[in-house]
């Protein structure tokens, strides 16, 4: 079987390109809504840890805010800084999946 290239990504970069990709849709995305995202890809214990190793090297923020229903919640964004390296990952490897 023939891998696709978004296999080629570390789990990390797969966390981080699906909440590009919902900021550029201007989806609100929180960790609920990102699991259930990646559900083919991992578990959500394994997008939790790639989503905390993320927000530790400063490539995701979060902010709370109100989610698809109104409820608070802890809504994710790219950081400035990363955007532009995740948008060429996004561009590369995860936009044609």
């Known amino acids: 079987m023939e891998k ?3 296999d080629l990504l570390s789990k990390e970069f ?3 390109t699906q909440i590009y990709e919902c900021n550029e ?3 609100t ?3 609920t809504k990102l699991a259930e995202l990646l559900k083919d890809d991992m578990s959500p214990a394994t997008t939790m840890k790639a989503l ?3 927000v530790d090297w400063n490539m995701v923020k979060a902010e709370y805010g ?3 229903k109104g409820r608070a919640g802890r ?3 790219i950081a400035g800084e990363s955007k532009e390296t995740i948008k060429q990952i996004y561009e590369k490897f ?3 999946r």
């Open 4 to 6: 696709s290239k978004k």
């Open 14 to 16: 797969k966390v981080a």
């Open 25 to 27: 849709n201007d989806e």
């Open 29 to 31: 995305v929180w960790f």
């Open 52 to 54: 905390r190793t993320l």
């Open 66 to 68: 109100p989610t698809a």
């Open 75 to 77: 809504l994710l964004f």
């Open 94 to 96: 995860w936009k044609n």
